[in-house]
């Protein structure tokens, strides 16, 4: 069974840093592109950045550029998200979602960031 | 990068057939087949109905189904049941291998 489990989220005040992680297990991690999602509360999805298999393509939206990273750890089956200069506008629930080549199959349960003074 | 729009809610009776558009630019749904669907309950992760206009994957009901033309896109869920009053969202392939979202519907079951 497929599983994705992402942690590391939490309060941070504006400005600050976070960084998330997201464990995948149950499938052969670094055979897939990967994916952060986020919904802010009582908001739509929005597609947040992704990563080629090996991590030499990253991708990003428009309003993360420069201040997220996205990265991948194949031995640890881990994918990361580096979130620098956090703005209110950043809270949101983070999901972690493996693609299968232009479509989101599996999704973990999120991990919610709340960038707040 | 501008969200697909999507129409804030649809309903339907038990057994009716709910359709709920997604409408983007030739950049994103109209320049590619690659829209899918996804299902989210309240609290819950979203799930994979649609993907690619109109494949379901294995374990969703065939009641499920999509379809495009032009820069829109459509998910309909026939014979409603209880269970699938819940929030839809669309995406597309917007090119350069990013991602859009639709603004999502929120579907009830009358």
């Known amino acids: 069974e497929v599983q994705l489990v992402e942690s590391g989220g939490g309060l941070v005040q504006p400005g600050g840093s976070l960084r998330l992680s997201c464990a995948g297990s149950g499938f052969t991690f670094s055979s897939y592109w990967m994916s952060w999602v986020r919904q802010a509360p009582g908001k739509g999805l929005e597609w947040v950045a992704n990563i080629k298999r090996d991590g030499s393509e990253k991708y990003y939206v428009d309003s993360v550029k420069g201040r997220f990273t996205i990265s991948r750890d194949n031995a640890k089956n881990s994918l990361y998200l580096q979130m620098n200069s956090l703005r209110a506008e950043d809270t949101a629930v983070y999901y972690c979602a493996r693609h299968i080549d232009t479509y989101f199959d599996n999704w973990g349960q999120g991990a919610l960031v709340t960038v707040s003074s | 990068q501008s969200a697909l729009t999507q129409p804030p809610s649809a309903s339907g009776s038990p057994g009716q057939s709910v359709t709920i558009s997604c409408t983007g630019t030739?950049?994103?749904?109209?320049?590619?087949?690659?829209v899918s669907w996804y299902q989210q309950h309240p609290g819950k992760a979203p799930k994979l109905m649609i993907y690619?206009?109109?494949k379901r994957p294995s374990g969703v009901p065939d009641r499920f189904s999509g379809s495009k033309s032009g820069n829109t896109a459509s998910l309909t869920v026939s014979g409603l049941q209880a269970e699938d009053e819940a929030d839809y969202y669309c995406?597309?392939?917007?090119?350069?291998?990013?991602?859009?979202f639709g603004s999502g519907t929120e579907v009830t079951v009358l």
């Open positions: 995406s597309s392939f917007a090119g350069s291998n990013t991602y859009v």
């Open positions: 690619e206009v109109t």
């Open positions: 030739s950049s994103d749904v109209g320049g590619y087949n690659y």
